[in-house]
């Protein structure tokens, strides 16, 4: 078993429901973000367990309490958090990824590829194209 899906079995009862295909798609997504942060600041988390629990895990038990079939804005997605957890819990949900910075940008966008129901857009929401029925944001500053 994989250092991703033995951490995550660690919390099982605090998550909700989440296909094989999702937590293989969260696993491509960990791997990702573990191999570009030496080159840049997408969390300031180094534990694994750590990253496991604060971000992948509270994002999904977050997942848990929405409604399916919505359009959801994660804003100041970062490294996407919690947006990318939301999009494998929800599959049938739409989650669209914003980021003013384009590199982060540029990570979301080649980390969430297997993901058919997230799209990213870098740039500010005041210039977001997508109109979502739902806003979050977690840790940004205005």
């Known amino acids: 078993m994989s250092e991703f899906r033995e951490l995550l079995r660690g919390y099982s009862d605090w998550l909700p429901e989440i296909t094989e295909a999702g937590i293989g798609l969260l696993e491509v997504h960990y791997l990702k973000l573990l191999s570009w942060m030496p080159k840049m600041n997408l969390t300031s988390i180094t534990s694994h367990r750590e990253i496991v629990l604060r971000h992948y895990v509270g994002g999904a038990w977050f997942a848990g309490l929405l409604p399916e079939g919505r359009v959801i804005a994660d804003c100041g ?66």
């Open 77 to 142: 997605s970062g490294a996407g958090f919690p947006g990318v957890p939301m999009a494998a819990v929800r599959p049938h949900s739409e989650v669209v990824l914003i980021e003013a910075d384009h590199r982060k940008g540029v990570f979301l966008r080649e980390s969430t590829l297997g993901f058919p129901n997230v799209s990213v857009e870098a740039g500010r929401l005041e210039r977001a194209r997508s109109r979502p029925q739902g806003v979050l944001a977690r840790g940004v500053d205005v």
